[in-house]
């Protein structure tokens, strides 16, 4: 596979590429944790603003909404203000949005917030990518994107973390004001080292008004639908049944229009490259399964295990380690060794964790999520840092943050996908096997009979009466049908995922050779 030329010819950059790399790993990060920190402080906003568990989730689904459309619009809003003012706007957006998110005192003003800082979080994740990709040579391209990948997929491991211990300790506003410190700091550096090239294109002769409202229809409805499917039973609800009609025409016109335009809000024309094309249709299909396996484990801890927000966090831990480790291992290695088996790699690796959390007791214990926490660690860079890296690789520098932010919105949506999937594929998977356990609770099955006598004698030396008994044995024996079945449905969930994972196995066998 051969570098673009563009990238050869043009001249190094005048500030030091690790104090580049530093510099816009700062809003990388602080964008990407923004999405997975609130989760475990819902519980405590639930009983702060009043409101109950589908409505609170819009705190996550509002901030979404928002960023998912900036990521779209990120390439052609850097050519119409320039990409330092971008960012820097972004930054500072961000950092105001974070702070009225840790002030607001109503639920309205929340989701309020949250927009406000989704909109600045968004072009901070591909003008990341784009200027790391510009600012090292193409023999360390591989090395910037997994410095890359080290923000962006230990941001979701370690902002469950962050994210309770804060709570736990401080209250859910200090999830947010966390971020101004470090904001700041960010944009002073970026205020610093962080130009814009000469052969970046500036201004745009016509604003395309026009797919900007595609756009925005097609993200939300589509946002939408996957937030709520589960929760409304999918199409057997009129509201899901038209987002999805309104998302596919309005994303169909915006393909067409898009297409049509000179100066589009989306350059769909670069996904004539192949490299891109593939590395972006990955990209989806990785983030389904590492934002839906992201999904199952905390909600296994917390809900079966009975853990805290912090200790549900901390169980991610050994992952973050594996993936400091492993990532700029990866890196060196893209030089010397073909992208295809690098990938393959890992796909391996990724599902051989995948298959260890798909076999899971309701007696796991926090040191048996290790061994496979750390497999998985060990296996997603190979995927993620060879994806990041051949996707761009034959990107002409005037349009590497166009391609970064399609890149980018592939993997944003394939996360939401992931999420979506895992909520519906527990659900049902729970009913299923609950039915199927139930059937086992009669008079004929000898393991049955003898934990129900089991149980009664226990209750019994605890002093119930008969009447109570009967009423406590019954309520006994199906809390422990529901727990199975939930644990095997979250078993399930690992397995559909890990088999996912090889389902791009023809894709990554397509990834070009290098030349």
């Known amino acids: 596979m051969r570098e673009s030329s563009d990238i050869s010819t043009v001249s190094a950059p005048l500030v030091n590429k690790w104090v580049v790399a530093i510099t816009v790993m700062f809003g990388a990060f602080m964008a990407v944790m923004d999405l997975s920190v609130v989760n475990v402080a819902m519980p405590h906003m639930m009983g702060g603003f009043s409101e109950d568990i589908s409505s609170i989730t819009w705190v996550a689904t509002s901030y ?54 989704g909109i600045g979080g968004g072009a901070l994740i591909p003008v990341s990518q784009a200027i790391l990709r510009e600012s090292f040579p193409p023999e360390e391209q591989g090395v910037a994107m997994s410095i890359f990948g080290m923000g962006i997929m230990l941001a979701p491991a370690i902002g469950p973390m962050v994210g309770g211990w804060l709570t736990d300790n401080f209250g859910w506003p200090w999830i947010f004001y966390i971020n101004i410190p470090i904001s700041i700091v960010g944009i002073l550096m970026v205020w610093t080292f962080i130009h814009d090239p000469d052969y970046l294109k500036r201004g745009v002769q016509k604003k395309d008004w026009m797919g900007i409202l595609l756009m925005t229809v097609a993200l939300t409805t589509m946002q939408i639908v996957l937030e709520r499917g589960e929760r409304e039973n999918w199409f057997e609800s009129h509201m899901i049944v038209m987002g999805t009609v309104v998302c596919i025409l309005s994303l169909i016109a915006l393909i067409y229009w898009e297409l049509k335009i000179q100066e589009p809000i989306i350059n769909f024309r670069l996904l004539k490259n192949l490299s891109l094309s593939l590395g972006s249709t990955m990209g989806l299909v990785f983030s389904v399964a590492l934002y839906g396996v992201t999904f199952v484990i905390p909600q296994f801890t917390q809900n079966l295990q009975g853990y805290p927000a912090f200790k549900a966090g901390l169980v991610l831990a050994p992952r973050a380690l594996m993936l400091i480790t492993f990532m700029p291992i990866v890196g060196r290695l893209y ?59 034959t990107i002409p520098r005037p349009h590497m943050t166009e391609a970064s932010s399609l890149y980018t919105l592939a993997r944003r949506v394939g996360g939401n996908i992931g999420y979506a999937l895992a909520a519906t594929i527990v659900s049902r998977s729970q009913q299923i096997h609950h039915v199927d356990l139930a059937a086992q609770v009669n008079a004929f099955n ?70």
């Open 64 to 117: 979404s909404i928002a960023e998912i459309i900036m990521i779209s619009m990120t390439g052609w809003l850097s050519t119409l203000i320039g990409r330092k003012r971008l960012y820097l706007f972004s930054f500072g957006l961000f950092t105001v949005g974070s702070v009225l998110c840790g002030t607001a005192t109503t639920f309205y003003q929340m989701l309020l917030y949250r927009v406000i800082q």
């Open 446 to 515: 000898p393991f049955y009979i003898k934990y129900y006598h089991a149980a009664l004698n226990i209750m019994s030396r605890e002093g119930f009466g008969p009447q109570e008994l009967r009423h406590a044995s019954r309520a006994l024996i199906n809390m422990v049908v529901n727990r199975q079945a939930t644990m095997m449905a979250y078993n399930d969930t690992s397995l559909v995922f890990g088999i996912l994972f090889l389902c791009t196995i023809p894709l990554a066998l397509m990834l070009p050779r290098r030349r």
């Open 335 to 393: 030089n010397h060794v073909e992208a295809r088996w690098l990938t393959l790699i890992g796909i391996i690796v990724t599902f051989w964790s995948y298959y260890d959390l798909s076999r899971l007791s309701l007696a796991a214990g926090f040191w048996n999520f290790i061994p496979m926490l750390l497999i998985m660690g060990a296996g997603m860079p190979f995927i993620f840092v060879t994806l990041s890296t051949v996707s761009l690789s």
